[in-house]
């Protein structure tokens, strides 16, 4: 069974950082890119970064370039954001999703809630 | 980026009615291999987003065949033969022909009347 677990979300002050985890199982992880998804509270989906499946090609949504790394351990199948100078309109339901023709699977989302 | 622009935003139907909802792209979404990268996407409340359809009209592993998916160049649309209680929720067109970035429509809310 596929599965993606995020974690790491939280509460953080504007200009903090957190970094977001997503532990993959049930697949081939390493064959895979990746993909980070926010939502906002009662908002559309937006895509925020990519990651091929060796981490050697990154890409960003404009909104979080220069702040927002992405990046992965093939060894243990686990998919990362870190996030800094963070803002409030970055507070959203992260999730972490896997590529296949698009957006496949979805994780159930970590909440980061940028607030002072 | 590339714009893509659902109708209708609200869809009220009646249980066992049929359901379309359309996304128009603001440019062709046929990829430089002859493909057509466009997906929709369920997102029941309170659930995480789930793919129904990729590649215009390939439905996902255990979808069920009342979801259908048709469409060429800029013109999309999803189907439902008869909307049955489970479907409640928001539908999403995305495109991941041009990217980055991945764009997403605006969603679609279906209820039942």
């Known amino acids: 069974e596929v599965q993606l677990v995020e974690s790491g979300g939280g509460l953080v002050q504007p200009g903090g950082s957190l970094r977001l985890s997503c532990a993959a199982s049930?697949?081939?992880?390493?064959?895979?890119?990746m993909q980070w998804v926010r939502q906002a509270a009662g908002k559309g989906l937006e895509w925020v970064s990519h990651?091929?499946?060796?981490?050697?090609?990154?890409r960003y949504a404009d909104s979080v370039k220069g702040r927002f790394t992405v990046s992965r351990d093939n060894a243990k199948n686990t998919l990362y954001l870190q996030m800094n100078s963070l803002r409030a309109e970055d507070t959203a339901l992260y999730y972490c999703?896997?590529?296949?023709?698009?957006?496949?699977?979805w994780g159930q989302g970590t909440l980061v809630t940028v607030s002072s | 980026d590339v714009v893509l622009t659902q109708s209708p935003l609200s869809l009220p139907v009646t249980l066992g009615q049929p359901a379309s909802i359309s996304c128009r792209s603001s440019?062709?979404?046929?990829?430089?291999?002859?493909?057509?990268?466009l997906s929709w996407i369920q997102q029941r409340p309170g659930q995480s987003p789930r793919r129904l359809i990729y590649?215009?009209?390939n439905r996902d592993s255990g979808v069920p065949d009342r979801f259908s998916g048709s469409g060429s160049g800029t013109d999309f649309t999803l189907k439902i033969s008869r909307v049955e209680a489970e479907d409640v929720g928001v539908y999403y067109c995305?495109?991941?022909?041009?990217?980055?970035?991945?764009?997403f429509g605006q969603g679609t809310k279906l209820e039942i009347k």
């Open positions: 999703v896997r590529d296949w023709y698009g957006v496949d699977f």
């Open positions: 049930g697949f081939t992880f390493s064959s895979h890119w």
């Open positions: 990651i091929n499946n060796d981490g050697t090609d990154t």
């Open positions: 440019q062709s979404l046929v990829f430089s291999d002859g493909h057509t990268y």
């Open positions: 590649k215009v009209s």
């Open positions: 995305m495109q991941a022909t041009h990217w980055p970035p991945y764009t």
